[in-house]
């Protein structure tokens, strides 16, 4: 048994996320915790945001990203929001430096509740994807669903926002796709050593696409923040739209700008659920009967 944590049960448009409290304490949430929160229905999440003491100077706050099935993921966009707003809450600060393990972020809350976060740069080089094969173009590559006379989908662009993106180009709707069953295949397939996270867009416009996405680690998602990401630079590179785009995934829209900096811009909402406290090592929780706390704005 552990001692007891502190959490928060949000969402980053339908994104389902746990904000763990692990500030001022040496232990880290074991996986078996983390699969056993997952499998509760009332404390089922896609990633587990846990905020530890800062590790690097000038930063506020380390934060581990669990994804349901254990594993450590290196961003989660959805998951920042929802950090963000919980420690603005706490607080009263609107801005925010993070370490994670894609590296050094900032986040801030805006006066109308959403909340931006500077996600970083992207990583285009076939290594930082990272893929098995040398390819020199990650703009599109050789990679196909489907009948090889006849492919489903083929020749993604990959990306990585601290972890790996494969955006696949339709010109139909996005939910005509099968994502559900060819999604974990791609997930595994040899060319992703790091395993990828799967996405479908349908660029609407020159500053707007549709995002479906099969997460690393978790499957269907409602929403992929880093993935809204990496599928808008890739868009942008590939010369289907301009460096900022909406981005409409089946939570709703996020914004993305792809500064000149190269530094890409995720801003959109995050929706506090409920409160409990959790063992960081066996996954027990319950609920308190804690209010909403006071967010700026109305979102
Ligand atoms: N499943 C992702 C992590 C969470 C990404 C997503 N929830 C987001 O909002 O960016 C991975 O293993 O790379």
Not at 167 to 180: H, K, S, T
Request: hydrophobic share 40%; glycine share 10%; charged share 20%.
């Amino acid at each position: 048994m552990g001692e007891q944590a502190a959490f928060a049960k949000m969402n980053g448009l339908g994104n389902e996320i746990i904000v763990a409290d692990m500030r001022g304490r040496s232990d880290h949430i074991a996986p078996a915790a983390a699969i056993a929160l997952a499998r509760d229905p009332a404390t089922k999440f896609d990633q587990v945001m846990a905020i530890h003491d800062p590790k690097t100077s000038g930063t506020d706050y380390y934060v581990e990203i669990i994804n349901c099935d254990g594993t450590r993921a290196q961003a989660c966009g959805n998951g920042m929001r929802c950090v963000v707003q919980a420690l603005a809450a706490e607080t009263g600060r609107n801005r925010f430096t993070f370490e994670t393990l894609a590296g050094i972020l900032t986040a801030a809350e805006h006066e109308n509740g959403l909340i931006s976060v500077d996600m970083g740069k992207p990583r285009f080089g076939w290594q930082e994807i990272p893929l098995s094969e040398e390819f020199a173009d990650t703009r599109r590559i050789e990679l196909q669903v489907g009948p090889i006379d006849a492919p489903v989908l083929h020749s993604p662009s990959v990306a990585s926002m601290g972890n790996p993106h494969a955006i696949f180009w339709v010109d139909r709707d996005v939910w005509f796709y099968e994502l559900e069953k060819f999604g974990p295949l791609l997930e595994h397939h040899p060319i992703f050593p790091e395993r990828a996270n799967i996405s479908i867009a349908e660029v609407t416009a020159n500053d707007a696409l549709i995002l479906r996405t099969w997460e690393r680690g978790v499957g269907l998602t409602r929403a992929c923040g880093s993935a809204a990401c990496a599928a808008a630079v890739s868009a942008a590179r590939t010369g289907r739209t301009g460096r900022n785009v909406t981005v409409t995934v089946p939570g709703g829209p996020l914004e993305i700008e792809w500064r000149d900096d190269d530094h890409v811009i995720m801003t959109g909402p995050a929706e506090w659920e409920f409160s409990g406290t959790f063992d960081p090592v066996t996954g027990a929780w319950s609920r308190d009967n804690a209010a909403a706390p006071a967010k700026r704005g109305v979102a």
